[in-house]
Structures are given as C-alpha cells and as structure tokens.
Nanobody, 116 residues
C-alpha cells in the first residue's frame, strides 16, 4: 500500500486548499479512507473519514464541519480533502490514512500553513 499526499501550502486565513491522496495497492472505492492532521506539539487527530469503507458515510471533526469536504475519484484511485474558509488553527501536517481492522497505513504528510 502506498499513499501519496499533495496539495499543502501556505494560505491566508479565509482561503482554500485542496489536498489529494493518490493510492496504490488498494481500491479507494472500497476502503476506509480518511484524513488526519497533526499540529506542532499536538497529537494526530481525525479530520474526516469515510467510516463505511467506500459508502461515503462521513465522519468529520466538529471544528471542520461545514468548511471541509471529503471526496473521491474512483477512476484516479484518489481521495481529496477540500478545505475552505481556512483558519490559523487548521495549520498542521495533513496525513492521508487507509485503515483496516488490524492496521493503519499513512501517507507522507503534506504541510498546511494558514496565516492570520
């Protein structure tokens, strides 16, 4: 399994970014995929995840509801995180995740920095 995340960058508060995670070795259409983030000095936390393994029953952290949106392109075997109205507290390294019953697989992380 390989997860290649991209799309991070520096953006001003109120701006938008779209993160991408290209997967290989799995089919995102039938997998439990998600996005997590880790701010400096803090633990990694869930941002958004398809907890149903492909049926798009989404779980979002309360802090991002209404601003972030998880989506998927099955033809590209890629998942996305559309982030709007970004806030400085959204700053952190964002990780793509593939979860099974027994394991977690992580992408390399992409840094998002939101300036005030």
């Amino acid at each position: 399994v390989q997860l290649q995340a991209s799309g991070g960058g520096l953006v001003k508060a109120g701006g938008s970014l779209r993160l991408s995670c290209a997967a290989s070795g799995i089919l995102v259409s039938i997998s439990r995929m998600g996005w997590y983030r880790q701010a400096p000095g803090r633990q990694r936390e869930l941002v958004a995840a398809d907890t149903s393994g492909g049926n798009m029953n989404m779980d979002y952290d309360d802090s991002v509801k209404g601003r972030f949106s998880f989506s998927r392109d099955d033809a590209k075997n890629t998942v996305y995180l559309e982030m709007n109205n970004l806030k400085p507290e959204d700053t952190g390294t964002y990780y793509c995740n593939y979860a099974t019953r027994n394991s977690n697989y992580w992408g390399q992380g992409t840094l998002v920095t939101v300036s005030s």
